[in-house]
């Protein structure tokens, strides 16, 4: 009878045999994947518990053809790997190289949390109960990594990405036998709030508000009108507020025409240490997809006097411009932004205290649900830019104070 051969990756069955001495010896021989035939032994008072230390060792152990996680690789020093297999190999589900921003966001994840609270923890040792504490101390607002307790908590669900990906690379390098994310109970907190967006006449009152005569601060000089016609742009096209300091002359259509068109075609990206280096514009947007959009009229005019007022020096010269001439960073209009809700020369009315908490971003799905409600959910879809209709449902469209008027339709049964 032939011989059967062990497949790469493979073992044969544990054999035991007794010594002179009285002793057990138990070996297992294992085919590396470089084809090689290796043992593994291990000696014992007894057969049972000889084979039984083999059973462990075989368990344990890692292919020496093979460089990389093992067991006893620490958490932080696989957070290392890890991150450097993403910047190697991008994205895990689709194609493409994962964006700068978004391996800074990761490493936070891992300089914030993971290190601090499992660091020194091996991979051998990951298991369920460990990663359900630290999962339930972040969620339940106790002291976790470099983070205070604080009343809340935070959302783990970037940080389970983050453990998540690092653990698999662990299963792929042998280092596991599976990942125990998968097992780790699901979050706890309560579904994302409702949608904050603002009505049309809270819109008009922000306006009002960070008019550059609202925000003046007596006995200086009077701000320039970034924030206000920068507002105006982002209410117009409900773009990402990179996007819309992303853009030139060369990318508006028609300005003076009756069809005005703007191409967001790219985003201002503000520098992260250790992955992007300066303030500067990215030739593509967050999703990779450009898109035309119809400027309002109002819009139109206010881009015609902005470029007619500080002309750009170039066609690919920013439109929203430092004094400089550089790109002016999202960080700055929202500094500015919170300043000016905060300063307003008049008494807060009721109006005023409905702004509180309104961010760039809140304009953005402002603009979504406004279109959503008017027009339809897939127009909504294209002027934000989204792939899937069900992102700009959930995180973009506020829920309706009262249920449209469909009497009209709903009469037919009644005829």
Not at 93 to 120: E, N, R, W
Not at 172 to 195: F, K, M, T, Y
Request: net charge positive; glycine share 8%; with cysteine.
């Amino acid at each position: 009878m032939p011989q059967i051969r062990i497949p790469r990756g493979g073992h044969g069955e544990v054999v035991a045999k007794q010594l002179a001495d009285g002793r057990w010896s138990a070996r297992v021989q294992v085919r590396d994947i470089d084809g090689r035939i290796r043992s593994v032994r291990a000696t014992e008072k007894t057969k049972g518990s000889a084979t039984r230390l083999v059973e462990r060792r075989l368990k344990e152990r890692v292919d020496p053809s093979i460089a990389g996680i093992t067991g006893d690789t620490t958490f932080e020093d696989l957070s290392a790997l890890w991150l450097q297999h993403r910047k190697d190999h991008g994205k895990v589900k689709t194609k493409g190289l994962l964006a700068p921003q978004t391996l800074a966001t990761y490493q936070y994840d891992i300089k914030q949390v993971i290190i601090p609270a499992i660091g020194h923890v091996r991979v051998r040792e990951a298991n369920i109960p460990l990663l359900d504490r630290l999962f339930a101390d972040v969620e339940h607002g106790r002291k976790h990594g470099n983070y205070p307790a604080r009343t809340g908590g935070r959302s783990t669900r970037q940080l389970r990405v983050v453990l998540g990906g690092m653990l698999a690379l662990a299963v792929a390098h042998g280092a596991l036998p599976a990942n125990p994310i998968r097992d780790v109970s699901q979050s706890s907190r309560q579904p994302n709030p409702e949608v904050k967006y603002l009505t049309v006449d809270q819109a008009r009152r922000l306006r009002t508000r960070v008019s550059r005569t609202a925000i003046r601060v007596p006995d200086q000089r009077m701000p320039n009108l970034d924030l206000e016609e920068f507002i105006d742009l982002l209410l117009g096209t409900g773009c990402r507020e990179g996007e819309g300091l992303a853009i030139r002359p060369i990318d508006l259509d028609d300005l003076d025409g009756p069809v005005p068109t703007l191409h967001i075609c790219g985003t201002v990206v503000e520098p992260r240490k250790g992955f992007v280096d300066h303030l500067h514009r990215q030739n593509r947007t967050k999703t990779g997809d450009d898109r035309r959009l119809i400027l309002p009229d109002a819009v139109a005019a206010m881009l015609r006097e902005r470029m007619r007022r500080d002309p750009p020096s170039t066609p690919e010269s920013p439109i929203f411009a430092t004094g400089t001439g550089n790109w002016i960073s999202p960080a700055n209009l929202r500094t500015r932004l919170r300043s000016a809700l905060s300063r307003s020369s008049e008494p807060p009315s009721p109006s005023d205290q409905a702004l509180a908490g309104t961010t760039l971003h809140t304009l953005r799905r402002t603009v979504g649900t406004l279109i959503a409600h008017e027009v339809s959910l897939d127009a909504a879809r294209d002027q934000l830019g989204h792939r899937d209709p069900s992102v700009t449902f959930r995180h973009y469209v506020g829920k309706r104070l009262v249920a449209p008027d469909l009497r009209s339709t709903l009469d037919q049964f009644f005829i």
